[in-house]
Every structure is written in C-alpha cells, then in structure tokens.
C-alpha cells in the first residue's frame, strides 16, 4: 500500500473544525468568509467546472493507486438486457431473446474474477457501468469468484442505486461523462461489449476510435453476439465507403459465449489454461 505522506501543517479538516468553532458574527456569516474547499455555492459555480474535471479524474485514481490495482477488463452493455428468468418482463421480444447474453456476461465476468483472485485482486479487475443488465451480470460475476469489482454509476434523470454486486469501496459516482469514460479505459486489458443500446454503442465507437488512432494501445475486443451486432452496424459499408480502413474491421472479434472471449484474452495475455 502507499504510504500516506505526513504534513508539518495543519489537515484541511483541522482548519474546517477551528473555522466552524469561531464566533458568529456579520463577518463570519458572510459566504465571502467560508473556506473555499467547504463553499459549496463557490464549487458549483460554472467557473469552477475545470477543478470539478479534476476532482472526478483524481478521486478514482487514487483509490485505485491506493489498492494498488493496475488492470482492468471492462464490460460494457445493455442496462435493459434482463436475466433469462425475468425474459417474460421484457419490454420486446429482442430484449427477451438477448437475454441469454445476461448469462453470458455473468460467467465471462467469472472467469476474469477467478484470474483477479490468483493475482492477488490487482489484475483483471472487472470493471462495469455499476448498473443492471449486463452491468449487474458482470459485477455478479465478479462477486462469484470471491472477486472485487468496479461500478462506475452516473447522475441521470432515471438513475437507480448501483447494483448489490459492486464492491461498496469500489463504486463511483460520477457528474462527467467524459471522465468516467476515461477511467472505464485507463486500465483496461480487454474490452467486451454486449448487446447495448446508445450508451453501450457510444462507449464502443469511443474504445475503436482510440486504437484506430493509435491514442490508445490495442486490447481485445470482445463482441458478444455477431448476429446483433451486424444488424445494427453495417461495417462492411464503411469499409467499402472507404471512411474506414479494411484493416479496421480487425480492430474486434466477435464472440458468442464467455469460453470463447476468455480464450482470446488468455491467448493474448499469455495466461496459463
């Protein structure tokens, strides 16, 4: 673990408690007085968005550096793909017949959980939206395995509480799209993506882009389920179009069951059986 540093000067909750200790008057009433790290009305102002940025991008960080975890697999997915004995309550007969893929995420997030565990939780450390569906399936997973696992939730409108399968110390919250997508990254090892809606297929063409453009290292990915896939994206076309590169379309490879996306990774990693 790291060490935490110890300062000569006094801990910013030091100062806060005194602060909250001083007398009451016009002076100390004014929110001119307040210490700017406990204003809130001074934090929320729309000026002070690029320390917010900040925040979001050191918070996770450095709870990681701190447990010391250096790799992630990252599953991306449908929040409405419901397990296969809910696949009554689907809102489609799609929904219903993807919902195979639920059982799916679950055993592949199994078996990066079972190689987390031989490392000591630092590696291959799954890594969800924190949200149900295939989210939940890989958080579950994890826990499976005796694995920890990482929830990376969102403020949205409609937003539930992360899934009970997140580890509690590792599930975030966050305001930024931006950023929380740039951790889902950071750390990956392999990326699989499932059946998804918007969110599922923003998160996809944000990873292909980066190797595309060499901004980002090249990972497995993983995409579960050629049928839908193929059905939603005509890649050939964009090949053909010539707004893609023909090599381009090695960028992924489609699998359809946990074996056969852990196979790759074990193959390009390395990993013994």
């Not at 630092?122 to 826990?143: I, K």
């Not at 809606?197 to 993983?222: A, C, H, N, S, Y």
Request: charged share 30%; net charge negative; aromatic share 10%.
């Amino acid at each position: 673990m790291v060490k935490k540093r110890v300062s000569i000067f006094p801990s910013a909750d030091y100062d806060a408690r005194r602060a909250e200790q001083i007398p009451e008057t016009p002076q100390t009433r004014s929110p001119a007085f307040r210490l700017a790290f406990r204003d809130w009305e001074f934090l929320e102002k729309d000026e002070l968005r690029p320390v917010r940025l900040q925040l979001e991008l050191l918070k996770f960080e450095m709870i990681l550096t701190e447990r010391e975890i250096t790799s992630t697999v990252v599953m991306f997915g449908g929040a409405r793909i419901p397990p296969p004995d809910q696949r009554e309550t689907a809102r489609t007969k799609t929904l219903a017949e993807l919902s195979h893929y639920y059982e799916e995420a679950r055993a592949f997030a199994r078996l990066s959980g079972e190689e987390s565990v031989r490392r000591d939780g630092r590696e291959f450390v799954v890594c969800t939206g924190g949200g149900p569906g295939v989210m939940e399936a890989g958080n579950c997973g994890a826990s499976e395995a005796g694995a920890e696992s990482i929830g990376l939730g969102i403020v949205l409108p409609r937003e539930e509480a992360p899934n009970e399968f997140v580890t509690p110390e590792l599930s975030f919250n966050f305001h930024y799209f931006a950023i929380r997508k740039m951790h889902f990254l950071m750390r990956a090892r392999a990326v699989a993506v499932f059946p998804g809606g918007f969110g599922t297929l923003d998160e996809l063409f944000e990873t292909l882009t980066l190797i595309q453009t060499k901004r980002m290292e090249p990972v497995p990915m993983l995409l579960f389920g050629r049928e839908f896939w193929e059905r939603i994206v005509n890649w050939k076309a964009l090949a053909d179009a010539g707004t893609i590169s023909e090599g381009d379309l090695d960028l992924f490879r489609y699998v359809e069951t946990a074996e056969e996306g852990w196979d790759i990774i074990r193959q390009s990693e390395g990993l013994d059986g």
